[in-house]
């Protein structure tokens, strides 16, 4: 498959999942979360779907384009591994939406990350919150959902906050 | 819309474009040139769709995966005014089709870039051969065809020459 069609799936899969999530969560208060900003495309789209929530951005560092940068008191930087136990202890369990685009096509580290971040948000997700990632997310405390018509499964992931 | 709705409708427009103008020059001899290698997505593409062309890519410097790169002998590193004008001494009048992915955010600077480029491009293009472009290109008498209807919400340019 050539790099353009790979592409395309890739975020047309993202824009689905987001939009299914948006809606699964349209109406609750609390946070969102986006693990990794990259260049800010969905959190762009996040921050069209929902302006009145505070979107607080994780990343190591901020690289996005000038009109899609969050303002300092949204703008968390450091390793996950540091700024999620801390953000844990800020919001603890208010979230509503979390996004994680956290792949780095490395398969080993985007594993042990992937196994931290589940456990990390585990901390920070209300009850009926919705997940939605670019890697398998398994914790006890998420159950993972459908995922909208045309995303292949494995593609990306949605899960909800709560046991079955 | 948001940049990520953006990005996916620029990159279908490339899609359809790309595909329509491939089966448009089935049957013409010639080169392709990529204007703007960039990450290497429509090089991949057109490479998959033209696996018997020659296809030149032309950029300032090359940052595509390596799985998107063309060979030493495929690229053409410089500013492209440069790269373009010295280009028409071999392949003048000879190549089948011209993908331009050259604009940037700053209107200006890709308004002035598309008006250099212009004749550069026009002397290269083979008689019916197709020029895909970004940004629109003022090349007098030339027909601006249509977008393909699987274009996503995002302009593009393609003309034909005469």
């Not at chain 1, 979360?33 to 921050?47: A, I, T």
């Not at chain 2, 001899?29 to 032309?58: H, N």
Request: charged letters at 25%; hydrophobic letters at 45%; glycine letters at 8%.
């Amino acid at each position: 498959m050539s790099r353009l069609d790979s592409a395309i799936r890739r975020l047309t899969a993202q824009r689905a999942c987001l939009d299914a999530a948006i809606a699964l969560v349209a109406g609750r208060d609390g946070p969102v979360l986006e693990l990794g900003l990259g260049n800010g495309r969905s959190y762009d789209h996040l921050r069209e779907a929902l302006p009145g929530s505070d979107i607080f951005v994780f990343d190591r560092r901020a690289e996005a384009h000038p009109d899609c940068m969050p303002d300092d008191d949204h703008l968390i930087l450091g390793d996950f591994r540091d700024t999620l136990p801390a953000a844990a202890a800020r919001f603890g369990a208010t979230v509503m939406l979390a996004h994680c685009d956290i792949g780095s096509g490395r398969p080993d580290a985007d594993a042990s990350l992937a196994a931290f971040v589940a456990g990390a948000l585990a901390g920070l997700l209300a009850p009926g919150a919705v997940v939605v990632a670019d890697q398998e997310l398994d914790a006890a405390a998420l159950t993972a959902l459908d995922l909208p018509e045309g995303v292949a499964p494995g593609r990306y992931f949605m899960y909800r906050a709560g046991s079955p | 819309m948001s940049r990520l709705q953006r990005m996916i409708d620029r990159l279908l427009t490339q899609r359809a474009c790309l595909h329509f103008a491939a089966q448009e020059i089935a049957d013409l001899a010639g080169p392709v040139f990529e204007i703007g290698l960039g990450k290497g997505r429509t090089y991949s593409y057109l490479r998959e769709l033209l696996p018997d062309r020659e296809i030149y890519a032309f950029d300032r410097e090359v940052h595509a995966p390596a799985d998107a790169q063309p060979d030493a002998d495929h690229i053409v590193l410089g500013d492209f005014r440069d790269a373009l004008a010295d280009a028409g001494a071999r392949f003048g009048g000879r190549v089948a089709l011209i993908h331009a992915d050259i604009g940037s955010e700053k209107p200006e600077r890709d308004a002035q870039l598309a008006a250099d480029l212009g004749p550069s491009l026009a002397a290269l293009a083979a008689s019916g051969g197709l020029i895909l472009c970004d940004r629109e290109l003022s090349l007098a008498a030339w027909p601006r065809l249509p977008l393909p209807s699987d274009a996503g919400d995002w302009d593009y340019f393609i003309y034909r020459a005469p």
